[in-house]
């Protein structure tokens, strides 16, 4: 195969996953394993990961140790940024004649506690190097909604204002820097999630913030659009169909908490989803899966937590979703439903305002950290059986172990992430074809997040003849890298 071209600081990254149900071997045994990594042979181009963040703690900049934390340590590289976690911030019934607010009234929402937060929060992810993308959900104004279902959003126009005079006071009162927005999430479901929009609405709810971007001179900033609960194809084609704004449509969203059996990858509604995109007028936008993770609340299984919400990171990659944002980034209020959730990858502590990494952070850094925007992924191969089995599909030496491999632009460097969910270690064996000879020579690094380490160096693995050679621990998360 032609080999690929090398760029500087690249990274080769292997995922492998599985079900939490495994082959047992006899005490003693170690299961063997081998996997071809074919690198000229890409499939998917990462735009990157981080998470959803909300600024009401940020508490006159004592969050700041925790956004260094998301992106310094954890290694986020996206924040989906929601400023109010509500959509009815501005009163419908004090709009002008010409359907805008008066300044005055803009003044005093905008320079509010809330949005001060907000804009502070931003502004100093802004410094970091970050530009988030600006979110909107919640509750709408009854004002804008549907008479006798006061959350079905009918008046798109003022809706589309209202998001849009956020957005101008950010880039013009502010000057913050930000090229993206998700202006909903969750229509399908509706209340308290957002407003609730049908089918074909979904197009006339783009088309209006669209228009509205361009008449207040923001024809830079792109969507994420649509953003639903779930893979709504009657909303997404609804959209595709109208190539007009092709070049606005940075990328489509979705959201995933369903369980996703890694015994079998494919997934026909995700890939349905990407499917339509990529066959479409809108075939260079991007799929994000801009809400991943677990909604168990019981706190009593959290490495199952880390596990399920990782699981759901790998196959959504495998599906086309090239972005995954995680749910969320710290443990807070959530102004639409009114509640205190502790869906964080750090958990906060109310009397002292700390803020401390949980498992699920140390699962996410395994990916986080050594996947980096522009890397591509990569096939993969297992060897074939050489006869015939009516059991194939229970036999497959793979079944509890996926791999999805990634390359960076030069290939210099490389990682390989390794979910192991079999109740056994691991003899592993990764075979990379088309390596470059400069990645051999370099160290190799390994990383373990399990029940009880979290992403603890190890002791590093072996390479020789382009084969990696490395014993993989039962039930664990595993990184090797030649980065530290």
Known sequence: MKPVHLLQYSILTILIAGSLTGCTPRPGNHITKQINVNLSKSLLKVDGFGVNITPAQWRNGKLKPVLDMLTDDLGSTLFRFDCVGLANWLDPAKRQANGTWAEAYLDSVYRSKVFSNAWETFRYLN???????????????????????????????????????????????????????????????????????NGVDMLTATRAIIKKLDANGLKDINLIAIDDSHWRLDELEAVLSDSSYVSRIHAFGTHDYGDGDFSDMSDSNESGFTGKIKHSAF??????????????????????????????????????????????????????????????????????????????????????????????????????????????????????????????????????????????????????????????????????????????????????????????????????????
Request: contains cysteine; glycine residues 6%; proline residues 5%.
């Open 283 to 484: 075939r260079n936008a991007s799929a994000w899966m801009t809400e991943y993770g677990d909604l168990d609340q019981t706190f009593e299984i959290e490495y199952e937590f880390a596990w399920r919400s990782t699981r759901r990171l790998m196959k959504s990659l495998s599906n086309g979703f090239s972005a995954n944002v995680a749910w969320d980034a710290f443990d807070n209020f959530h102004a639409h439903d009114t509640i205190w959730a502790e869906y964080g990858l750090l958990k906060t502590d109310t009397v002292n305002w700390t803020y401390a990494p949980r498992k699920r952070y140390y699962a996410a850094k395994q990916v986080y950290k050594f996947v980096l925007p522009g890397w591509k992924m990569v096939e993969t191969t297992a060897p074939k059986p050489t006869k015939f089995d009516v059991y194939k599909q229970w036999h497959d030496p793979f079944r509890n172990i996926n791999i999805l491999a990634f390359v960076s632009p030069d290939g210099n460097d490389y990682t390989v992430l390794i979910m192991n969910a079999i109740e056994s270690d691991i003899d592993m064996s990764i075979n990379l074809n088309d390596i470059g000879t400069s990645s051999l020579s370099k160290t190799l690094h390994h990383f373990v997040t399990d029940k009880t380490d979290n992403c603890s160096e190890k002791k590093d693995p072996s390479i020789n003849n382009h084969t990696i050679r490395l014993l993989l621990p039962k039930n664990s998360i595993s990184t090797i890298t030649t980065l530290k």
């Open 127 to 197: 410094k970091k190097g970050i530009e988030p993308f600006f979110n909107v959900s919640g509750r709408i104004n009854p004002g804008l909604g549907k008479t006798g279902e006061w959350n079905t959003l009918v008046d798109f126009d003022g809706y589309s204002e209202m998001v849009v005079s956020m957005l101008k006071w950010a880039r013009e009162k502010e000057g913050l820097k930000f090229s993206l927005l998700a202006p909903f999430n969750e229509t399908d479901l509706g209340y308290p999630e957002g407003p609730k929009i």
